[in-house]
């Protein structure tokens, strides 16, 4: 089945730029979500089709996927922001076709 | 706006069977909106999907978790269940329910951690 990887962890100072990767072989060529789950709480999606924001999520929330990478990135970091990240792809040539990254917790320094 | 809850027992002893609920408030699940999910996640590890269900159409199961995976549905009391049976250690996990627009899951419920130990 298809595999993706995250680092473990990112730390980012408040105001700064967090970047957050997701590789799985042509990625590009999937469609990927991201999900914030910050401690004790569930999941909650924050990107949509590769780039879309639902409607209550932040313009500070953007993604993009080229070639091997899919990338979550957060501008202006807050600490509020200060959760684990996980992304998804749907994989439809698949029996198991929602695949899950395993996730990586950003700090907020 | 729809919300969804799990409810069930939470400790198991290995070879038993998890039997889960997922009521859903806020909507119908008739309403041909959404699949209805169960996703797991053991504690440190990746969220694992386990299946989903379309009222009135078909249900998919992980390849890895069919055998032992049942998903069914009471619309008239807005709720979806989640069995597995002969329940492991290896089977101990936070438990969600979710709602799936296609791709991915648009809302979570809070999750159930459930124990399975001798």
């Known amino acids: 089945s298809y595999m993706l990887t995250q680092p473990p962890s990112v730390s980012v100072a408040p105001g700064k730029t967090a970047t957050i990767p997701c590789v799985g072989n042509?990625?590009?060529?999937?469609?990927v979500h991201w999900y914030q789950q910050r401690p004790g709480q569930a999941p909650f999606l924050v990107i949509y089709?590769?780039?879309d924001r639902p409607s209550e999520i932040p313009e500070r929330f953007s993604g993009s996927a080229s070639g091997n990478t899919a990338t979550l990135t957060i501008s202006r970091v807050e600490a509020g922001d200060e959760a684990d990240y996980f992304c998804?792809?749907?994989?439809?040539?698949?029996?198991?076709?929602?695949?899950f990254g395993p996730g990586t917790t950003v700090t907020v320094l | 706006q729809v919300q969804l809850q799990e409810s069930g027992p939470r400790l198991l002893k290995p070879s038993q069977t998890l039997s889960l609920s997922c009521t859903v408030s806020?909507?119908?699940?008739?309403?041909?909106?959404?699949?209805w999910a169960w996703i797991r996640q053991p504690a440190g590890k990746a969220l694992e999907w386990i299946g989903r269900?379309?009222?009135?159409?078909?249900?998919n199961y992980n390849p890895s978790l069919k055998s032992r995976v049942t998903m069914s549905a009471d619309t008239s009391k807005n709720q979806f269940s989640l069995n597995l049976t002969s329940v492991t250690a290896a089977d101990t996990a936070v438990y969600y329910c979710?709602?799936?627009?296609?791709?991915?899951?648009?809302?979570w419920g809070q999750g159930a951690l459930v124990v399975v130990s001798s």
């Open positions: 806020g909507g119908s699940m008739n309403s041909g909106s959404y699949y």
């Open positions: 269900m379309y009222i009135g159409g078909t249900t």
């Open positions: 998804q792809v749907w994989d439809g040539s698949s029996d198991d076709p929602y695949v």
């Open positions: 042509d990625i590009e060529s999937k469609i």
């Open positions: 979710a709602s799936l627009s296609g791709t991915y899951a648009l809302k």
């Open positions: 089709y590769n780039s």
